[in-house]
T-cell receptor
Framework: QQPVQSPQAVILREGEDAVINCSSSKALYSVHWYRQKHGEAPVFLMILLKGGEQKGHEKISASFNEKKQQSSLYLTASQLSYSGTYFC?????????????FGKGTLLTVNP | NAGVTQTPKFRVLKTGQSMTLLCAQDMNHEYMYWYRQDPGMGLRLIHY???????AKGEVPDGYNVSRLKKQNFLLGLESAAPSQTSVYFCASSRSSIRGEKLFFGSGTQLSVL
């Protein structure tokens, strides 16, 4: 099952903050975050593993709540370069389920 | 070091035709994946491989076949293309199990089935 991302789209002015949420209906081992610019391949941002969080970039951070099976991506003081579609990918626990299931994405637009 | 290379980048097929998409990685990665991306649907896993000679089904495997005869290559085949298979296809690889390992994506193949 695909994780659910919210919001579906958000428009910001440069310098504003945003939060993107990712929620799963199943127990998770890890959550990945990727950003995709139009016409390009997704690019890795960060991984959050069981029991912790990990910062991949200076002004982009994330949290992982295992009990709630949720993750949030925080973008602070947004820049024009942050524009793109953000995807969370979840890895379920148990068995040999070594694959990511991606959400439908959140389109982030940063305007001057 | 090219990373993950997909060929072709664009292809137009007629309904019923067959084709093979090639994914090659030069990072000695064990795991390889094929995803399709459709507007508003995100990335959906078609098939994946955890090592040379292995393949497994993902979320949307119907209508596709895969092979991993060599560690560096992962082929995606469409035996009889249908308009519903019009999509952008991304190949990805990871060093080992996805646990703690990021995916490296190819640049994608845009496929149109008329």
């Amino acid at each position: 099952q695909q994780p659910v991302q919210s919001p579906q789209a958000v428009i910001l002015r440069e310098g504003e903050d945003a939060v993107i949420n990712c929620s799963s209906s199943k127990a998770l081992y890890s959550v990945h975050w990727y950003r995709q610019k139009h016409g390009e391949a997704p690019v890795f941002l960060m991984i959050l593993l069981k029991g912790g969080e990990q910062k991949g970039h200076e002004k982009i951070s994330a949290s992982f709540n295992e009990k709630k099976q949720q993750s949030s991506l925080y973008l602070t003081a947004s820049q024009l370069s942050y524009s793109g579609t953000y995807f969370c990918g979840t890895e379920g626990r148990g068995g040999s389920n070594y694959k990511l299931t991606f959400g439908k994405g959140t389109l982030l637009t940063v305007n001057p | 070091n090219a990373g993950v290379t997909q060929t072709p980048k664009f292809r137009v097929l007629k309904t019923g035709q067959s084709m093979t998409l090639l994914c090659a990685q030069d990072m000695n990665h064990e795991y390889m994946y094929w995803y399709r991306q459709d507007p508003g649907m995100g990335l959906r896993l078609i098939h994946y491989s955890v090592g040379e000679g292995t393949t497994a089904k993902g979320e949307v495997p119907d209508g596709y076949n895969v092979s991993r005869l060599k560690k560096q290559n992962f082929l995606l085949g469409l035996e009889s293309a249908a308009p519903s298979q019009t999509s952008v296809y991304f190949c990805a690889s990871s060093r080992s199990s996805i646990r703690g390992e990021k995916l490296f994506f190819g640049s994608g193949t845009q496929l149109s089935v008329l």
